[in-house]
């Protein structure tokens, strides 16, 4: 039996392959990688290397209904809520960048001014990395819309 440390090191390295599921399974789900929170996942890591990266606000996976099928399919997701935090997402998001070679960034954000911040820290940190990284930014409106920036 594994312990919970060798299920997410077995996972992140390839070791552990999801089984694939259809959209409408009761346990269908995208994530590729654990941990999710931005606080939580590793500076540096070789299963984050050639990468579409989803960073996305917290409160966006639940007003988008189809979240897992549409934005993180084959994607390093990476979420948080900036308004809840006394400092920036945006120093750790620099090492990140710098450290790894990340393949593209969709930014994922509700449409409230409050998700600006995190939008803003996920920029700033691709200015600051120097890196030619494509990215785009996907809003999601209070009514569960998806819209592209």
């Known amino acids: ?11 992140n390295s390839g070791k552990i392959e999801k089984k694939a599921k259809k959209f409408g ?9 654990w941990p999710l929170q931005i606080d939580l996942v590793p ?11 989803l960073i996305a606000s ?3 996976a639940f007003a988008y209904g189809n979240f897992h099928r549409d934005l993180m399919k084959d994607c390093i997701t ?10 920036s997402y945006f120093p750790k998001l620099t090492k990140i960048f710098m450290e ?7 930014i994922v ?5 409050c998700c600006g911040s995190m939008e803003n820290a996920v920029l700033q940190a691709l200015k600051e990395s120097n890196k030619n990284i494509p990215f785009k930014i996907k809003i999601i409106t209070i009514d569960g819309k998806l819209l592209d920036k």
């Open 1 to 11: 039996m594994l312990s919970l440390m060798e299920k997410v090191n077995a996972l």
């Open 25 to 33: 399974d009761k346990d269908y789900s995208e994530i590729k990688q």
């Open 43 to 53: 500076e540096k890591a070789s299963f984050y290397d050639h990468q579409d990266f």
């Open 58 to 60: 917290d409160c966006t």
């Open 78 to 87: 990476l979420i948080g809520c900036q308004k809840l935090k006394t400092e």
């Open 100 to 106: 790894n070679d990340i393949k593209s960034i969709t």
């Open 109 to 113: 954000r509700m449409e409230n001014p």
